[in-house]
């Protein structure tokens, strides 16, 4: 995970996050590495990849048998930083798989069911976990890295995608 952060530099930090026409700062530290991406009316540059997170990206592509392009960094830095339910709804997804590696302290990651939000699931994402999932399930579910305030150590989810 630190060779990842000291690859990333000043690249990983607070992001924008626009929801409801507000823009707020994302509450992890975030990077976009590989192709521009734009989500949640954000525009992220086109950061090159470099050494450690290239070979990391090479491993997940023959892991699941996809080629990526893009790699979105999240940074939580302890259970108060979090992600809230969201699906994964960017039209500049080709062919649509996410790949999701998990560095760093466990946490939890909740599914739930976009027409019954009270049917839920949730996966502990233990260190060097990977979370592969496509098209179907993105429509079906929503996810979230909810808040654990439990949680003092770092945890890095590194999320592989194929932009157009």
């Known amino acids: 995970m630190k060779a990842v952060s000291d690859e990333l530099g000043d690249h990983l930090k607070h992001g924008k996050v626009t929801v409801f026409a ?8 975030i990077a976009s590495v590989g192709k521009p991406y734009t989500f949640s009316g954000v525009h992220h540059k086109d950061v090159p990849f470099k050494p ?17 392009n893009s790699a979105l960094i999240n940074l939580y830095r302890d259970g108060k930083d979090y992600i809230g339910a969201h699906r994964d709804n960017e039209g500049s997804v ?5 790949a999701t590696l998990s560095l760093g302290t466990t946490r939890n990651m ?23 999932f496509g098209e179907e399930v993105n429509t079906l579910y929503t996810h979230e890295i909810p808040k654990q305030l439990r949680v003092i150590e770092e945890r890095m989810s590194i999320t592989f995608r194929h932009l157009q």
Not at 22 to 29: A, C, G
Not at 94 to 98: E, R
Request: hydrophobic content about 40%; some cysteine; overall charge positive.
């Open 94 to 98: 080709k062919d649509f798989c996410v």
């Open 52 to 68: 450690v997170l290239h070979g990391i990206m090479d491993t997940v592509k023959e892991i699941c048998g996809k080629d990526f």
């Open 110 to 132: 909740v599914w739930r069911l976009y027409a019954d939000k009270k049917c839920k699931m949730k996966m502990a994402l233990k260190p060097g976990s990977i979370v592969v």
């Open 22 to 29: 507000k823009t707020h700062d994302t509450p992890r530290l």
